[in-house]
């Protein structure tokens, strides 16, 4: 994959942001930077050979040498330390997961294009807080993904290294003892590093458009403190929940072979590890351990995001319902007293009805998930008539937005359950392999 390619996929057009904006220069450096990360994951179509390339990466590091490793360096004549007898489990999940990853990856490219795919295509129609908060989430999420990626290949490389060069001539090798454990040991380190890097890089992806639409959701949160309409709040509206469904629409299956395949995994190491004979320390069972965090790693970062976006798209029903019940109080207090009043700016005007200091700042709330909070909105003259403020609270009510699979919602239940199960899981299997409890 050529650097030109992905990096005219991931540019935006010329006149999709205004000409010699320093946002353009801004957006253009982020998204280069982006695609230079991306080019060796992503696939090219452009050519037959190109894909036949990447399609060839794939087989000989996800496939290939995973096999090599189990059957030629399974090392079951070794001392105890040296070998390992759950290796199957661990090639076997993480190379079904980097599998769903490829296929995934692969079929978002071939479908839609990468810059389509993050909603590139539509940036330049948001607001300029939107489209600079989207960009510099870009840029960060680069480094979230070599966060996540640098430490697991640091300690598989620490086990790997530690594991050849202790072995001795106990690890089967051919002609040159020293030269044929160094190119295996290199050929097992771009394997694990190419594997992780792509079930990473699709959980990444997914938070990445999820975060598109929170700060979407933001913007939409500030037509309840000006004069608005009904039609201008619906569409609005009505467009997130549309980029809502079509990110579900990518990513349920993802999602959901994602989940079965974690479980799974789960429940087979830890079939493995409690057996009678098993013999469990951390030179045998250390890939295990690293395996497991990876998978379930993966999984809570798309079930976090996912639960975040549908929390905050459901907060617009509570948000609205105080924006109604606000204008409703104002208009009473104006038929009482012919007086014009000021906009509602904060519950400090809000009459003797409600309280008038609620400052609850220093209490730890929900994050910046939620776009409700204990201040009372403004309320302007031309507020919209009673009958229309009704109509899109009752809209919003039965009209719930966010992440889903397959029909069911993936809000925080979902979320709470998952973890807890896949957290004890975990926690089992890090006890019986390195004693963390």
């Not at 090599?68 to 004549?77: A, I």
Request: charged fraction near 15%; glycine fraction near 4%.
């Amino acid at each position: 994959m050529e650097a030109e390619v992905i990096t005219e996929i991931l540019l935006p057009k010329k006149n999709s942001i205004s000409a010699g904006d320093s946002f353009h220069e801004l957006n253009s450096f982020e998204l280069k930077s982006y695609g230079s990360g991306l080019k060796w994951v992503f696939h090219d179509y452009s050519s037959f050979w190109r894909a036949g390339l990447s399609w060839s990466v794939f087989f000989l590091l996800n496939v290939g040498v995973p096999i090599v490793s189990h059957f030629v360096f399974s090392c079951s004549g070794c001392d105890p330390s040296h070998q390992r007898p759950y290796d199957a489990v661990v090639q076997v999940s993480l190379s079904l997961f980097a599998t769903i990853s490829f296929v995934s990856i692969s079929t978002f490219a071939r479908k839609y294009g990468l810059r389509r795919f993050l909603f590139l295509d539509k940036l330049s129609d948001d607001h300029e807080k939107v489209r600079l908060g989207y960009t510099d989430q870009l840029h960060k999420s680069m480094r979230l993904l070599s966060a996540f990626v640098l430490p697991c290949f640091f300690a598989d490389s620490v086990y790997k290294i530690w594991w050849f060069t202790s072995g001795g001539n106990q690890i089967p090798y051919l002609y040159n003892m020293y030269l044929s454990n160094t190119i295996v040991c290199l050929l097992l380190l771009c394997s694990w590093l190419y594997r992780v890097s792509i079930c990473f890089l699709v959980c990444i992806l997914f938070r990445l458009t999820c975060f598109l639409q929170l700060l979407r959701l933001d913007e939409f949160a500030q037509v309840f403190e000006g004069e608005s309409d009904v039609a201008s709040i619906l569409l609005e509206h009505l467009r997130i929940r549309r980029n809502l469904r079509v990110i579900s629409h990518r990513f349920r299956l993802f999602i959901l072979s994602t989940l079965i395949l974690v479980t799974i995994s789960q429940f087979v190491s830890l079939l493995v590890t409690t057996e009678p004979r098993s013999k469990i320390n951390l030179a045998t069972a250390g890939e295990l351990a690293l395996c497991s965090i990876t998978l379930v790693t993966g999984l809570l970062i798309c079930l976090r995001s996912a639960a975040k976006i549908t929390h905050k798209a459901q907060s617009v029903t509570s948000l609205a319902a105080k924006w109604h019940a606000c204008a409703t109080i104002n208009s009473f207090d104006e038929l009482e007293d012919e007086t014009p009043r000021a906009p509602i700016l904060s519950s400090a005007n809000a009459g003797n009805s409600v309280a008038p200091n609620w400052d609850f700042d220093d209490e730890e709330g929900d994050g910046d998930d939620s776009l409700d909070n204990t201040n009372l909105v403004p309320i302007f003259a031309n507020t919209m008539s009673y009958q229309k403020r009704q109509a899109l609270v009752t809209y919003f009510e039965h009209n719930r937005a966010g992440i889903t699979v397959y029909g069911f919602m993936l809000d925080r239940t979902w979320l709470h359950t998952i973890f807890a199960i896949q957290l004890s899981l975990t926690l089992w299997i890090l006890n019986k392999t390195i004693g963390i409890s």
